[in-house]
């Protein structure tokens, strides 16, 4: 039975909320910052979340073994997208990247036993999103961009000197 997320934090578990990051560059970085604020966004996760039920969930019993959460699964699938990564280093990033745990709700201080993802397990649900769910799922997300990031001025437009 997949959750959309494990809403009772773990002793030890550090919150999505909380992923810091320092002024980068890096693009993992970047995308990183913007998973945390659309996570942060209750009505966009949830239109995201409901995507991804409608499509994993949808004929599905609710019982049975637990699977892998829904925002995991979502960050997994934007990170391995946007980097154009290899399910080898997406299995490395979803193990070893603090930034890319702490995003994605399984990071743990230091101390706490870790959570680790086996390789076939990443494979087995990041292929489950198809185009037509990406597509969806990039529509939701550019209307937040637009919507609750870059804030409409001046006659409503957008335009390159607005950023």
């Known amino acids: 039975m997949r959750k959309r997320f494990e809403p009772q934090r773990e002793l030890g578990q550090l919150l999505i909320e909380d992923t810091s ?3 980068s560059r890096d ?3 970047s995308l990183v910052v913007a998973l945390r604020e659309l996570y942060k966004n209750k009505e966009y996760r949830d239109r995201i979340l409901d995507i991804l039920e409608a499509k994993l969930l949808t004929g599905k019993p609710r019982t049975g073994r637990p699977g892998m959460d829904l925002w995991p699964l979502f960050v997994l699938a934007q990170i391995r997208l946007s980097k154009q990564l ?3 280093e997406l299995h490395t990033q979803a193990n070893y990247n603090t930034l890319v745990r702490q995003v994605m709700g399984v990071e743990r201080e230091p101390g706490f036993e870790k959570i680790l993802f086996p390789y076939q ?3 087995d649900n990041v292929c489950l999103l198809d185009d037509a769910t990406l597509k969806q799922i990039n529509d939701v997300i550019v209307s937040f961009g637009h919507g609750a990031v870059f804030k ?3 006659n409503g ?3 390159t000197q607005d950023r």
């Open 21 to 23: 990051t320092l002024r």
């Open 27 to 29: 693009g993992m970085v």
């Open 86 to 88: 290899s399910y080898d």
């Open 121 to 123: 397990t990443l494979v």
């Open 152 to 154: 409409k001025k001046r």
């Open 157 to 159: 437009s957008l335009t």
